[in-house]
């Protein structure tokens, strides 16, 4: 972050124009943060359903993208106790060969993020009001509008309230709003106490999806070092009892999430392995109200595909997985991942064999610079719940991240 100023002509101009209960430009601004990031992303994904070969020499499907995201934040002091936050982002999804070419010029800075924060360090609380990001377990980069109070009067503790009326489902992307599944479509109530005792931290939610469903949580981690060799075991549990009204109609079940791993950090080598399930056989479930949430769910593709949806599936799923990576100079990484299972149906439905493997490489060329990318590649046996239709799915990723 850095402090804006004025420059002395703009401050003599600013002070010019001010009038007699008016505030001058500078002591307006005087006390602003300002920070923000810029990203570049190529994608290309290329996926073989069957044995139909198309004219092009691809299988089924192809495209690649070219996505643009930009965010500029402010933070302003407006008074005691009080401040002010804006965000305002710049987001295009550009199709490339393949899906119909197109550069984008017409888009522009909109408002991401708008609230007012108030701040009684007297009571350690924290109350905020408008236009941000969720920021729960059941959420990645959601923004809802409402309220959040936050208060650390006892050390190691946080508890939070939080009420939403609504969020930018559409506009997201990654919402549960498909297959009839519109929970991130109702208003959002809940609690949360967070505890960081080091080496033991946990983590306990809850909130009601108003005519959805009441949502639960818990994580819990506990760390520990072994003579050069540091190590994280941690455990997460996600659940839900959904609408009898909506379970009826729908078809679906209460959702149950249940994830462990361990992590390690030896010298210049980090390892992580663990196993996921959750979903119903014969009834469609959910664990998470957009994207993968803040949940155990390593990979870039298994838990986007048909069946393994944490934002609602039909199918039972049961994944174990691991990871290796290596850092060189403490700026270059190279790592590989596999996570590999099973989604099963109810009987006469075949069920889907899943394994993906990644190569992951990533370079942090200064504080603020990084670049990165991998390859997957995910095969699904019996695609789609139809026998003897297998999938392979590549799908590659470069990034250029800038934060300031």
């Known amino acids: ?180 599944i519109n929970i991130a479509k109702s208003s959002l109530y809940g609690g949360a106490v967070l505890g960081d005792f080091d080496p033991f931290a946990f983590q306990i939610w809850a909130a009601y999806s108003n005519n959805w469903a009441f949502l639960y949580a818990v994580d819990a981690s506990y760390k520990f070092a072994f003579n050069d060799a540091n190590f994280k075991i ?33 010298s210049a080598f980090d390892f992580q392995a663990g196993i996921v399930g959750y979903g119903e056989k014969d009834k469609g479930s959910l664990v998470v109200l957009e994207d993968k949430g803040r949940v155990i769910a390593p990979g870039e593709q298994i838990f986007y595909s048909d069946g393994s949806k944490l934002t609602g599936s039909v199918g039972e799923n049961f994944f174990y997985f691991a990871g290796l990576g290596y850092t060189f100079a403490e700026t270059l990484r190279v790592g590989f991942d596999y996570i590999g299972g099973k989604t099963e149906y109810t009987a006469g439905t075949p069920d889907t064999d899943k394994n993906e493997y990644i190569a992951r490489v990533s370079y942090k060329y200064s504080p603020k610079l990084t670049f990165s990318g991998f390859y997957s590649y995910l095969t699904e046996d019996n ?14 990723r470069l990034e250029a991240l800038y934060k300031f």
Request: net charge negative; aromatic share 12%; proline share 0%.
């Open 234 to 266: 941690q455990a997460q549990y996600l659940g839900n009892s959904v609408d009898s009204e909506k379970e009826k109609r729908l078809n679906l079940d209460n959702g149950n999430f249940y994830a462990a791993q361990i992590q390690a950090n030896i």
């Open 383 to 396: 695609h789609n719940r139809v026998k003897d239709q297998d999938a392979d799915d590549q799908f590659i």
């Open 1 to 180: 972050m850095k402090l804006v100023k004025l420059s002395l002509v703009a401050a003599l101009a600013a002070g010019a124009f001010s009038a007699a209960n008016a505030v001058s430009l500078e002591e307006a601004i005087k006390d602003v943060d300002v920070s923000g990031m810029f990203r570049y992303r190529f994608e290309s994904d290329r996926q073989e359903i069957g044995n139909a070969v198309q004219a092009e020499g691809y299988n089924n499907t192809k495209e690649n993208k070219h996505r643009f995201k930009s965010q500029l934040n402010f933070k302003a002091a407006l008074d005691d106790n009080f401040k002010a936050f804006v965000q305002f982002q710049y987001s295009t999804n550009e199709a490339g060969f393949g899906t119909g070419n197109q550069t984008v010029t017409n888009k522009t800075f909109n408002v991401q993020q708008a609230y007012l924060e108030y701040t009684n360090e007297a009571y350690a609380t924290n109350v905020t009001f408008g236009k941000m990001e969720v920021g729960s377990i059941w959420t990645d980069d959601l923004v809802g509008t409402g309220a959040k109070v936050v208060n650390n009067s006892i050390e190691g503790l946080t508890f939070a309230g939080y009420w939403f009326d609504s969020f930018n489902a559409e506009d997201d992307g990654d919402t549960a709003i498909e297959d009839g």
